[in-house]
């Protein structure tokens, strides 16, 4: 039973344009969501985060929004850049700091 | 560079065959977690030290996995009579601290350690 959902596995995007990348959860109980970025043959690197007593968190060109009663959060870059292809997880954390993660959607952003 | 290394990148064993990776976090750091991952998924958690303390085991971690963190530094994990459901990439993960770990940023990936089992 997956508790931290991706269900796009790819996802192509104009460079300019917006990518959002969505990410659904189960379990009521995460109480911090992270994105992290992955390339090939690298190890995943933390991109961005937020606490579930918030719903919008900014950096730069990303930002994560957190639905709660819908148990959805969301990934927008913007501008899109050709860097930023990836593939990108989604990860909530538990109540015993365990990271629970999606399967991860590949962004591939087109020139 | 100081950044979490793990060796070997790449590890091709025969069925039946004992395998041992090494994971060397950045030194400061006194969490280490262990994570799994199959092409399509995301890393799915094995184990966590603190310092040389084994604090937690996943279920996925069955009697012939074995991982040692001695001294509070390195660690290394052990998969006895490897199976071909065994291939999969074993990532290693470190932190400084629990009350960091909720912020995400500080913990670190290496770049995995790839196993294939024929």
């Known amino acids: 039973d997956q508790q931290v959902k991706q269900n796009s596995p790819s996802l192509s995007v104009q460079e300019g344009r917006i990518s959002i990348l969505n990410c659904d959860y189960t379990n009521s109980m995460f109480d911090y969501f992270l994105w992290y970025k992955k390339y090939p043959a690298e190890g995943p690197t933390f991109l961005i985060s937020i606490s579930s007593i918030k719903d919008k968190n900014e950096d730069g060109r990303f930002t994560v929004f957190l639905n709660k009663s819908a148990k959805h959060l969301s990934l927008h870059i913007v501008p899109s850049q050709p860097g930023d292809s990836a593939v990108y997880f989604c990860?909530?954390?538990?109540?015993?700091?365990?990271?629970?993660w999606g399967a991860g959607t590949k962004l591939i952003i087109k020139p | 560079d100081t950044g979490v290394s793990q060796n070997p990148r790449h590890k091709i064993t025969k069925r039946g065959q004992n395998v041992t990776f090494r994971c060397d976090p950045i030194s400061e750091h006194n969490r280490l977690y262990w994570y799994r991952q199959t092409l399509g998924q995301g890393p799915e958690f094995l184990t966590y030290f603190q310092n040389e303390a084994q604090l937690e085991k996943s279920r996925l971690l069955s009697d012939r996995f074995s991982a040692e963190r001695p001294k509070g530094s390195f660690s290394t994990l052990e998969i006895q009579r490897t199976e071909q459901g065994d291939s999969a990439m074993y990532l290693c993960a470190s932190s400084p601290q629990v009350r960091d770990f909720v912020s995400g940023n500080t913990i670190y990936f290496g770049e995995g350690s790839w196993l294939t089992v024929v």
């Open positions: 990860a909530a954390k538990d109540s015993n700091y365990q990271l629970i």
